[in-house]
T-cell receptor, first 115, second 111 residues
Framework: DAMVIQNPRYQVTQFGKPVTLSCSQTLNHNVMYWYQQKSSQAPKLLFHYYDKDFNNEADTPDNFQSRRPNTSFCFLDIRSPGLGDTAMYLC??????????????FGSGTRLTVV | GENVEQHPSTLSVQEGDSAVIKCTYSDSASNYFPWYKQELGKGPQLIIDIRSNVGEKKDQRIAVTLNKTAKHFSLHITETQPEDSAVYFC??????????FGGGTRLMVKP
């Protein structure tokens, strides 16, 4: 089945130690998003890629970076995680040709704990 | 930009009762309104969506209604079951824009 897969499901990292979360998709969607979600709050958009074009949200800390080497993969890099970065990180994709306002498909998320 | 408010933040119902979650939006140009269900430890899953050219859509026990004039839309779950317990998010967007999410509703269905 076409899907969005996030790895790992759970990640524990030390304060200040760089960490990378990965997302892959088999949907051939051209838009990929990274969200941060804390304590069942609404997901908060960090950034998104429209094809190769990177779009950063104004309030996303510089500590968060992203890479999209090809259509299928997208990575979230946290350069120096702080305790406040403990959260669920969600990857999502949306359908090609439909703009942004259609069919978001989410992965199962990576629960990151910074200790 | 768009602003979406969702109520209530928590909702507890007895199994078999109905549940209603309401959302209001601010951008009159918004034309797409999805609802997501998020179970504990999982990503949100799309359960139903509606576009501005229809007023109601139904899929088995769930339905969504849209009032464009009042700028609000609602999720209705009938004959609730324990497996309906989850956090539900509404969202809104206009063509070419990204989704704006509501704050979420934690639904608890008591057996």
């Amino acid at each position: 089945d076409a899907m969005v897969i996030q790895n790992p499901r759970y990640q524990v990292t030390q304060f200040g130690k760089p960490v990378t979360l990965s997302c892959s998709q088999t949907l051939n969607h051209n838009v990929m998003y990274w969200y941060q979600q804390k304590s069942s709050q609404a997901p908060k958009l960090l950034f998104h890629y429209y094809d190769k074009d990177f779009n950063n949200e104004a309030d996303t800390p510089d500590n968060f970076q992203s890479r999209r080497p090809n259509t299928s993969f997208c990575f979230l890099d946290i350069r120096s995680p702080g305790l406040g970065d403990t959260a669920m990180y969600l990857c999502a994709t949306s359908r090609p040709g439909q703009g942004f306002s259609d069919g978001y498909t989410f992965g199962s998320g990576t629960r990151l704990t910074v200790v | 930009g768009e602003n979406v408010e969702q109520h209530p933040s928590t909702l507890s119902v007895q199994e078999g009762d109905s549940a209603v979650i309401k959302c209001t939006y601010s951008d009159s140009a918004s034309n797409y309104f999805p609802w997501y269900k998020q179970e504990l430890g999982k990503g949100p899953q799309l359960i139903i969506d509606i576009r501005s050219n229809v007023g109601e859509k139904k899929d088995q026990r769930i339905a969504v209604t849209l009032n464009k004039t009042a700028k609000h839309f609602s999720l209705h779950i009938t004959e609730t079951q324990p497996e309906d317990s989850a956090v539900y998010f509404c969202a809104a967007s206009r063509a070419g824009n990204m989704l704006t999410f509501g704050g979420g509703t934690r639904l608890m269905v008591k057996p």
